[in-house]
């Protein structure tokens, strides 16, 4: 992929829906069109020991259950996104979903062999998408008829993936092949084959992390505080009046840089220079870096709400693989083979994070595999350079 192609591509749709730019002409075979289903449980309890009455959360499939239900693969989401992996909606959808080029017939996660269901998230950073269903500070309270705000449970991967496995036992699966995802979604990876062992048989994390340590829990806090600093988030009491939609477009500002390495950000952004005039000129003017990266966010933040994106950063920070004493005892309770995939130039969740995962699973003895995705996106290379490790992918599986 050239990276020049896709600059255009990038400005116009936002950075984390170029994912199928990258192999789109080379696989001839399509998925049919995607039908977003829902998916409601009751009386969920949450790791703290919290109840939440009613659960609603969307999901998608891809492929053919067989008779055993034992053909299943799992994909999870990461924070920005959804439960739209693979495929299209509509015919005049202008993209797939993020890993289009790894999922469908005779791809690396390939839909003639596998069942491959993904579902959005509790808390969803886009609450208010049409395209996506989750219950979350944005939903209504039984209790009051009024949305929760901060009144709704701090929930944890172990929370999302008790959902997902809610959902499969629904659908009277009770074991899975595999289950896959990048970024959060490796979190949700690597907690369901921690909390399930019997489960999961293997685990791909991409771009993933074993626990957060200090400095990871204090770079996501950086996408929290613009947000906490809006005067009209108003502790969360803000479904009523106006919304921090500053502190959103801040937050989103954060995201959408910390997940580039400067290799591809300064390409895309070539025309920015200290030698600009305007801010000489005048304190009150942005470079135009600045204004472009701000336009990427204000897109990025119409479906957006402030108090989700508050509680998958506390989701994040809180990540330990188990949710237990140490990271060791929680990688002990691991069946699953396991394959480990991080950037080489990601500078959100650093390849460490991920080795050390990895480490810890082969002194214990475990069947675990570890190769880095190189490429100039950083974080985004989970999504954007995927298909550099399709073929490890499609191995790992068989």
């Not at 690597?190 to 048989?201: K, S």
């Not at 996501?220 to 009491?237: F, M, S, T, Y």
Request: charged letters at 15%; proline letters at 6%; one cysteine or more.
């Amino acid at each position: 992929m050239k990276i020049t192609q896709n600059v255009g591509l990038v400005a116009a749709l936002g950075l984390l829906l170029i994912s199928a730019v990258a192999c789109a002409d080379t696989q001839p075979e399509s998925l049919p069109l995607v039908e977003k289903q829902e998916f409601v449980t009751t009386n969920f309890e949450t790791f703290g020991g919290e109840v939440i009455p009613e659960v609603r959360v969307g999901w998608e499939a891809y492929g053919e259950l067989n008779a055993a239900k034992d053909n299943v693969i799992l994909i999870t989401h990461f924070f920005s996104g959804n439960s739209h992996a693979a495929g299209k909606y509509a015919e005049t959808d202008p993209m797939p979903g993020y890993w289009d080029a790894i999922i469908g017939p005779g791809k690396a996660i390939d839909t003639n062999r596998f069942y491959v269901i993904s579902s959005d998230t509790l808390v969803n950073q886009e609450p208010h998408n049409p395209n996506v269903i989750t219950t979350g500070p944005a939903s209504i309270n039984p209790a009051t008829g009024k949305p929760y705000g901060l009144d709704f449970p701090v929930v944890t991967m172990r929370d999302f993936v008790n959902v997902q496995k809610r959902l499969l036992e629904s659908l009277g699966i009770e074991k899975l092949h595999a289950v896959v995802g990048p970024s959060m979604g490796s979190l949700q990876a690597l907690e369901w084959a921690v909390a399930y062992p019997d489960w999961v048989e293997r685990m791909i994390s991409v771009i993933g992390m074993g626990e957060s340590d200090p400095w990871t829990i204090a770079n996501l806090q950086q996408w929290a505080n613009p947000i906490l600093a809006d005067p009209n988030w108003n502790q969360g009491n803000y479904y009523d009046s106006e919304a921090p939609t500053e502190g959103v477009v801040q937050a989103l500002m954060s995201i959408t840089l910390q997940a580039q390495h400067p290799l591809i950000f300064n390409q895309l952004n070539a025309a920015t220079n200290a030698r600009e005039t305007a801010p000489l000129a005048n304190i009150r003017e942005n470079f135009s870096v600045i204004n472009n990266l701000r336009a990427m966010a204000t897109a990025r933040s119409t479906y957006a709400d402030a108090n989700h994106i508050l509680y998958l950063v506390r989701a994040n920070q809180l990540y330990m693989a188990g949710h237990g004493e140490s990271l060791q005892q929680g990688l002990t309770q691991v069946k699953a083979a396991t394959l480990f995939l991080p950037a080489t130039n990601d500078l959100l969740l650093q390849p460490y994070l991920a080795k050390r995962a990895h480490d810890i699973l082969e002194s214990e003895g475990k069947n675990s595999q570890y190769a880095e995705i190189t490429g100039p996106w950083g974080h985004l290379d989970g999504i954007v350079s995927i298909t550099t490790q399709a073929d490890r992918i499609r191995e790992f599986l068989q």
